[in-house]
Structure formats: structure tokens, C-alpha cells
């Protein structure tokens, strides 16, 4: 039986689309997804991509909240070392208020960026290393209990909203279960350790306020389609635009030049890391997330839709939605 299912946007701009029409679709999908029953959409944040819209992660959750009615939105993830837990409480405590109960806090420590743009943020260096200690304080503005006397985060104090930390690696898993916070392993995109930090986090969790036992969330790219031919269609333009975006640094490529960069090392590389992706068609995908969640024993999985258009990740969706016997509205 398939989990309860996520999504995670990465607002991707399309080729030849503009970052307006991205954010526009960013609440097509949202308010599809609510009507199909998914449990929840996440924003991640990135900078310095021109082909990802969702840097201003805050915002964007604000924008698609205003637009929808009931689905939890959420970042998936703010990458605190770049802010200050304050500002991030105050941010989230605000969203909070305005749309109480649906919003939920990932946090990761990765910089979200390259080294250039690290010093751009005005990034501390050393800022990962405080990310235990910044998580804590950021729970203490939210629950209204701070750890920094004389500092209380308003809005945010008393909201509780949820966190969630976010890892590809065993630090993320140790560090969740020591705070007694769900895990979410960033799977669809760095699988190596999955099954290692999943066994970790189990064995070492210890109850919180917020979780009484643990609460895995696995990611897992998804390219569902009415057919397995077009399934595979869509997920080779996703392979080819990704080797663009990561191997060639944005330069438009023709399929042959991407297909070349595809049978580098390189190219091997990135497709090692879409380990894990479902695709074909509706009996295929389903049959993939089933073992996968069998393999996996995850409590959710977020998947990430990797068709190559809106109307294609809709159906995507929609055919997650199906295959999932989703509650829908």
C-alpha cells in the first residue's frame, strides 16, 4: 500500500517559459494537488539558478497559500545557515498566523548554492557547524520558550510550527532523531545513504513535544504518464535539461550534445543520482512506489514531478492521485 503522498516544487522555469509563468504554475499544481487529496506541497530553496523560481521560499509559500484553501505548504527546505533563526521565525511565525495550521518548517544545512554565490548571502562559513545549535534556538522563538533571554520572535512565539530536518547524509538523520523531529531524505536526488540514515535515525530517535515516535519522509522522482513510451519520453527531456543545468552550466544544448554530455562521467554521475525514479505508466508507477515504500518503510514519500510541462505534471499527478486511492476534495 502506498504512504500518504507529497509534493515537492521546485517552481522548475520551463524553457522558453519566464519566471512569472513558473510562479503561476507553482499555483496551478498547488491547487490541483489539493483537490486530489495530497498531504502537503514544499518549497525549496535555492539560489543563483535561472531555471529554479523558488529561492524566496517564504514568499512563495505566502503566494500559493493566499491561493489555495487547506493543503499544509511548507519549505522543503529553508536552508538555515543562510539566516538568522529569528528572521526565519518571524518569516514562518507570520505565515503561521495568517494560514493557521498548513504550514511547516524543513530545515537543511546545505548552502543551496555555489561557493560565489555563498558570499553573496553574506554567508558565515562556518555557519553549518552552529546548525544544531540554530535549530534549537529557531524551536525556542516558535514554542515561545527562547533560549536567547530577552528575545522573543513576534509573530512567530507560541505557533509551533511544525519542523522537520531535512538530510541527505547520516548527520541529518543523527541530528533529527537526537531532537525528536520527523526526517525527510533527500533520496530523489542523493541516494546513497538512504537506507543507512533511515536504520540510524530509527535506532537513535528520542520522543519530543512535537513527535512521540519516529517519522520518515522519503523523497522519490516521479514521470507518470498514460503510456510507458511517453512515461520515457518525458523522463529523457528531464535527463537532458538536467545535464544541461548542472553539466553544461545553462547552455542550451541540442539532443545530440546532451545525449553526448549524458555518456560522460559527468553525465553517469547525474543520472546516478535519479536512483530512485518512478517511471511508466499507472501500473508501473504504482508498482515502483509500492517497493519503493516496502523498501523504504517510509511514513510519506514527497515526489518530485519531472515532466517536461505544466499539463504534464497535472496528469502526472492526477495519476499519482489515482494510483494512490488519494482522499480526494
Known amino acids: 500500500m502506498t504512504p500518504p503522498l507529497s509534493i515537492l516544487d521546485l517552481a522548475i522555469v520551463e524553457q522558453h517559459k519566464t519566471v512569472r509563468e513558473s510562479l503561476d504554475a507553482t499555483v496551478v499544481l498547488a491547487r490541483h494537488a489539493e483537490q486530489l487529496g495530497f498531504s502537503r506541497i514544499w518549497y525549496a530553496e535555492h539560489h543563483n539558478m535561472p531555471s529554479i523560481a523558488s529561492s524566496a521560499t517564504g514568499v512563495l509559500i505566502a503566494h500559493v497559500a493566499a491561493h489555495t484553501d487547506r493543503i499544509r505548504l511548507g519549505a522543503g527546505g529553508i536552508m538555515l545557515p543562510n539566516h538568522a533563526p529569528l528572521t526565519i521565525a518571524e518569516q514562518f511565525g507570520t ?5 493557521p495550521g498548513r504550514i511547516d518548517l524543513g530545515l537543511g544545512r546545505a548552502p543551496g548554492s555555489d561557493q560565489i554565490t555563498q558570499r553573496a548571502l553574506r554567508r558565515d562559513p562556518m ?26 520572535a513576534t509573530p512567530g512565539k507560541g505557533t509551533a ?36 540514515a533511515i536504520e540510524l535515525y530509527r535506532r537513535e530517535f528520542k520522543p519530543s513535544t512535537q513527535l512521540d515516535s519516529p517519522y520518515v519522509i522519503a523523497g522519490v522522482n516521479v514521470v507518470a504518464a498514460d503510456t510507458a513510451d511517453e512515461a520515457e519520453a518525458h523522463l529523457l527531456y528531464a535527463q537532458r535539461r538536467r545535464v544541461a543545468r548542472f553539466v553544461a552550466r545553462g547552455h542550451v544544448l541540442t539532443d545530440d550534445e546532451a545525449d553526448e554530455l549524458l555518456a560522460s562521467p559527468a553525465g553517469q554521475q547525474l543520472l546516478l543520482m535519479m536512483e530512485y525514479t518512478a517511471v ?32 504534464a505534471r497535472l496528469r502526472s499527478a492526477t495519476i499519482l492521485a489515482e494510483v494512490a486511492a488519494l482522499p480526494a476534495a
Open 95 to 99: 505565515l503561521a498566523e495568517l494560514h
Open 280 to 311: 511508466g505508466d499507472p501500473a508501473g508507477v504504482k508498482r515502483y512506489l509500492d517497493e519503493f515504500a516496502r523498501h523504504t518503510a517510509a511514513d510519506e514519500l514527497i515526489v518530485t514531478l519531472t515532466s517536461p510541462t505544466l499539463e
Open 127 to 152: 555557519a553549518a557547524e552552529r546548525f544544531p545549535q540554530d535549530v534549537m534556538e529557531l524551536e525556542g522563538y516558535l514554542s515561545g520558550m527562547t533560549r536567547v533571554p530577552g528575545v522573543e
Open 161 to 196: 510550527v511544525p519542523l522537520y530536518i531535512l538530510g541527505s547524509s547520516l548527520f541529518g538523520a543523527s541530528l533529527a532523531a537526537a531532537l525528536g523531529l520527523p526526517f525527510a531524505f533527500a533520496s530523489h536526488f542523493a541516494p546513497g545513504a538512504l537506507e543507512e
